[in-house]
C-alpha cells in the first residue's frame, strides 16, 4: 500500500526558511595602516563560518557566558545550508530498539583507519547529547510510539545508527541552531570573508576578513580586523577544488588560510567521490531510496545513441540492478567494491562513460534493461539483501517512480522545487567530489596546532579513510560543543583582548597586496579551470603514481606563478574571491604532495581512491573480462595506524606522519576518582602542549 503524506508536510521539509538576523553591531574603533583605515572589532572568541558546526560552537559558547561573534562568507551558504541527498543522514548512537555500545560505535567509526581512536570514541559518546540538543532545539528526528528514534542503515554502518528529517537534515540543523543564536543575540556579521590568520606572541590574536560593505576610499579593500583571544574555524570543505563537484557554490573551505598561518593539516588524502546531481544544475546526492528505487541507468552519446552502459560490466540483469540499489548505501566510491561485481563497478563505469564523451542519465520511468542474453528486469529475480530490503519496505511497485514515491516521496518533492520533474524526466549525474574527510589536525578538545585557534566541522581533519554516512554531522555537533567547553572553561577568551596590532595588519596587507596585482596575466577564472581540471582528471577515484607526480610539479608551478605575477581583479568586489582561489590553489598543491607522499612510500587504494598501475595486485573484473587499465594496488595494513601530516614551511610543503592516537578500551572511569578533574577544570587539560 503505498502511504500518501499530505502536501503541507513534505513542503515544511523541504522548503526550510531561515531565521532573520539582527542588525550588525557597529565598529566604531579603526587602525591605521599606509593607506587603509581598517575598522577593528574586538570580542573574545570569533566563529568563522555558519554552518551547523559554527553555529552549534557560537550557541554553546554563548550560553557558557563567553564574549562571541560570528563571521561568515555567506549566512546561510555552505554545505549544511545548500547540501543534501534523499534523507539526509545524522549518525548518532542507535536509541531505537536495542540500545547501543559506544565502544562498537567508535569501532565502526574509525574502521577505515588513519583516525584517532580517542576522537572517535568522542563522536560516539558525544553523539547522544548531539541528537538530543538538537531535538531539545527543535529538530524534528523522527520517533517510534515509544520514543526511539527511527534508524536506518548507510555507508560504512553494519548496525543502522542512521536518522534523518528528510532531504534537509543538516539545513534544518542551521535553522534551529540560528534560530537559537539569533534569540541568544550573537553578534553576527555577515558577508564577511576570513583572508589572514594573525597570530601574536606565538597564539591567535584575530582574523582579518573582507567585508564589500566596508569598501571605502580610505578602505579600498574592504577589510576588517577582528580581534580575538580564540578563533574557531567552522568554514566547510574545498568543495571547489574539483570540476565534478557535488558542494554547492562558493565552498572554499579554510586549508590554504590555515596554512598560510602555519597551521598543520591532517589526512589530506582521504576524500569521498560518489554519484549525484553536479553543482552547474541543482547539486544533489543520489545515495538512499532514489538508487534503490532501481531506476534505469544508460548514457548518450554525441549522436543521440542510448547505451545501457552497466550491462558491459555485470554479469546478469538480476546482479546489476542489485548494485545500483546498493549504491544506496555503499554510496561513497571503494576500489574494492570494484572486485567481486561490487556496487563501485556503477562510479567506475559511469566515469569511464564520461570520460569517453557520454552523458549519463536515470530514468525513474523505466526499469533496468536486461543484460543481453540474460532475462528481463524483475521484482522477483533480485538479490537477497536487496529482496529482503524493498519486500520490507513495501516497495514492489512496478515502476522506480512509484518505488520512489513510495519510500520517499519527499524526493521527488525536492528535485521539483528546481524545476526538473523526476516523475517526468531522466535525471542526468555523474561521479562527484562530496567531502574532506582530512583538514586542520585537531586533538579532542578541536584545539590546532595553534594555541587559541581551533577547528570544528567539516574543517577539522577529525575523519580517517572511511566515515559512516551522517558521521559527518555528527563530528560537527560533538566537537563544536567540546570547543565551546575548553574555551569557556581556559577562560582566555571571556573578553575582548585589547591593542590594534598594527605591526600584524601591516605585515598580512603586504601579503594580500603580493596577490592582488590588477596587472597580473593570470585571473581568478585561469586558476580555476587549472586547479579544478587537474583534481578532476588527476586526483579523482582513479589516479596513477606518474599522474600525480606530474600534477604536483604543475601545482608546485602555478603556485610560484601567483607568487611571481599575483592573480588580476577587476571590481573591489572579486578581493576576498582573489584571496580564496589563491589559497584554494595552495590546498590543491598539498593534496597532491600528500597524494604523492602517501603513493611514492607505497602506499596502496584506500577509501575514495583507487592507485592504479600495470603491475597492481588487484584486477576489478567485469562481463566481458579483466579490466586491465584498472588494475589496482592493495591497500596495506601498515598504512591505517598513522597520519599524513602538511605544513607549509616558508614557501615548502612539509610532509610527515604520525601514529594515530590510541584509546584504551579497558581503562574504566570511576566516580570518585575522575570527579575532581571535572571540579577543577584539570579534565579540559588546558595547559597540556598542542599535539594535534
Ligand atoms: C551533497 C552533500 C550531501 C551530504 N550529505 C551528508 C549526510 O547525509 N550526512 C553527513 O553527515 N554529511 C553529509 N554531507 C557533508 C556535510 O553536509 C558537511 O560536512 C557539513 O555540512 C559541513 O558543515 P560545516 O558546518 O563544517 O560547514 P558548512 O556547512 O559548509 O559551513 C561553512 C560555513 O563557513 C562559511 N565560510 C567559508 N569560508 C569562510 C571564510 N573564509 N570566512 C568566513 N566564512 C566562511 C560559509 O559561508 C558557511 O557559513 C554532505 C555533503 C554534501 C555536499
Not at 534537509?168 to 535553522?175: A, D, G, I, N, P
Not at 561490487?342 to 567506475?348: P, T
Not at 570520460?355 to 533496468?368: E, S
Request: charged residues 20%; hydrophobic residues 40%.
Amino acid at each position: 500500500m503505498t502511504q500518501s503524506i499530505p502536501q503541507d508536510i513534505l513542503n515544511a521539509l523541504t522548503d526550510v526558511a531561515m531565521p532573520r538576523l539582527e542588525a550588525e553591531p557597529e565598529i566604531a574603533v579603526s587602525v591605521m595602516v599606509p593607506g587603509h583605515r581598517v575598522p577593528v572589532y574586538s570580542c573574545g572568541t570569533v566563529i568563522m563560518g555558519s554552518g551547523a558546526a559554527g553555529l552549534r560552537a557560537a550557541v554553546e559558547l554563548k550560553r557558557r557566558g563567553t564574549d562571541v561573534a560570528i563571521i561568515s562568507q555567506s549566512a546561510w551558504g555552505g554545505t549544511s545550508a545548500c547540501s543534501g541527498s534523499d534523507k539526509q543522514t545524522l549518525h548518532t548512537a542507535n536509541t531505537s530498539d536495542r540500545g547501543d555500545n559506544f565502544k562498537d560505535m567508535a569501532r565502526a567509526i574509525r574502521a577505515g583507519g588513519a583516525m584517532d581512536e580517542d576522537t572517535a570514541y568522542v563522536e560516539a559518546v558525544g553523539s547522544v547529547r548531539a541528537m538530543a540538543s538538537l531535538q531539545f532545539l527543535g529538530l524534528p528526528l523522527p520517533q517510534d510510539d515509544f520514543g526511539g528514534t527511527l534508524r536506518y542503515q548507510t555507508d560504512h554502518d553494519d548496525v543502522g545508527r542512521a536518522t534523518s528529517c528528510g532531504p534537509r537534515t543538516s539545513r534544518l540543523m542551521v535553522k534551529v541552531l540560528a534560530t537559537e543564536a539569533v534569540r541568544l543575540g550573537i553578534a553576527f556579521f555577515n558577508q564577511t570573508t576570513g583572508v589572514k590568520i594573525l597570530v601574536e606572541a606565538g597564539r591567535i590574536a584575530g582574523i582579518l576578513a573582507v567585508r564589500p560593505k566596508a569598501q571605502t576610499p580610505d578602505n579600498p579593500y574592504g577589510l576588517t580586523l577582528f580581534r580575538c583571544s580564540a578563533l574557531v574555524i567552522a568554514a566547510g570543505g574545498p568543495g571547489e577544488l574539483y570540476r565534478d563537484s557535488v558542494f554547492p557554490n562558493g565552498c572554499f573551505g579554510s586549508l590554504g588560510l590555515a596554512l598560510e598561518a602555519g597551521v598543520a593539516l591532517v589526512n589530506l588524502t582521504e576524500s569521498q567521490f560518489g554519484i549525484g546531481t553536479r553543482r552547474e544544475g541543482f547539486p544533489w546526492n543520489l545515495s538512499g531510496t532514489y538508487v534503490q528505487a532501481m531506476p534505469y541507468v544508460y548514457s548518450v552519446d554525441a549522436a543521440g545513441g542510448e547505451h545501457n552502459f552497466l550491462a558491459d560490466y555485470y554479469r546478469t540483469t538480476q546482479e546489476l540492478a542489485s548494485n545500483i540499489f546498493r549504491k544506496g548505501y555503499q554510496w561513497p566510491f571503494h576500489a574494492t567494491r570494484m572486485l567481486n561485481f561490487g556496487s563501485s563497478l556503477v562510479d567506475l563505469a559511469i566515469t569511464r562513460e564520461n570520460q569517453a564523451g557520454r552523458r549519463v542519465f536515470m530514468d525513474f520511468n523505466r526499469n533496468p534493461e536486461a543484460v543481453p542474453g540474460d532475462q528481463p528486469f524483475s521484482l522477483d529475480r533480485l538479490d537477497a539483501d536487496v529482496a529482503a530490503y524493498l519486500g520490507r519496505a513495501g516497495a514492489m511497485q512496478t515502476l522506480p517512480i512509484d518505488r520512489l514515491r513510495h519510500m520517499n516521496p519527499l524526493s521527488i518533492e525536492l528535485y521539483l522545487r528546481y524545476k526538473v520533474d523526476i516523475r517526468r524526466d531522466p535525471l542526468e549525474f555523474a561521479v562527484n567530489n562530496q567531502h574532506m574527510n582530512g583538514g586542520i589536525a585537531v586533538d579532542t578538545w578541536g584545539r590546532s596546532t595553534l594555541p587559541g585557534l581551533y577547528a570544528i566541522g567539516e574543517a577539522a581533519g577529525t575523519h580517517g579513510v572511511t566515515r559512516p554516512g551522517g558521521a559527518a554531522l555528527n563530528a560537527g555537533q560533538v566537537l563544536g560543543t567540546r570547543v565551546a567547553e575548553h574555551i569557556a572553561a581556559s577562560g582566555v577568551a571571556q573578553t575582548a583582548p585589547e591593542g590594534a596590532m598594527v605591526a600584524q595588519v601591516e605585515h598580512a596587507l603586504a601579503q594580500i597586496e603580493q596577490v592582488l596585482r590588477p596587472g597580473s596575466p593570470l585571473d581568478v577564472r585561469a586558476v580555476k579551470d587549472e586547479v579544478q581540471a587537474r583534481m578532476s582528471d588527476h586526483a579523482g577515484i582513479l589516479c596513477t603514481p606518474e599522474n600525480v607526480a606530474s600534477a604536483l610539479h604543475v601545482a608546485a608551478r602555478l603556485n610560484q606563478t601567483i607568487r611571481d605575477n599575483g592573480i588580476s581583479f577587476m571590481r573591489g568586489g572579486e578581493i576576498a574571491r582573489v584571496l580564496q582561489w589563491q589559497q584554494l590553489a595552495l590546498a590543491s598543491q598539498a593534496v597532491l604532495a600528500a597524494l604523492h607522499h602517501y603513493i611514492s612510500h607505497g602506499g596502496g587504494s584506500r577509501g575514495a581512491r583507487a592507485i592504479c598501475e600495470p603491475n597492481g595486485e588487484a584486477t576489478p573484473m567485469a562481463k566481458s573480462g579483466p579490466l586491465q587499465d584498472v588494475r589496482f594496488r592493495q591497500e596495506r595494513e601498515q598504512d591505517k595506524r598513522e597520519q599524513i601530516m602538511v605544513r607549509l614551511v616558508g614557501e615548502e610543503l612539509q610532509i610527515t606522519s604520525r601514529p594515530n592516537r590510541s584509546f584504551d578500551e579497558s581503562a574504566k572511569p570511576f566516580f570518585e576518582r575522575d570527579w575532581p578533574a571535572w571540579l577543577t577544570g584539570a579534565v579540559f587539560d588546558p595547559g597540556r602542549g598542542q599535539d594535534a
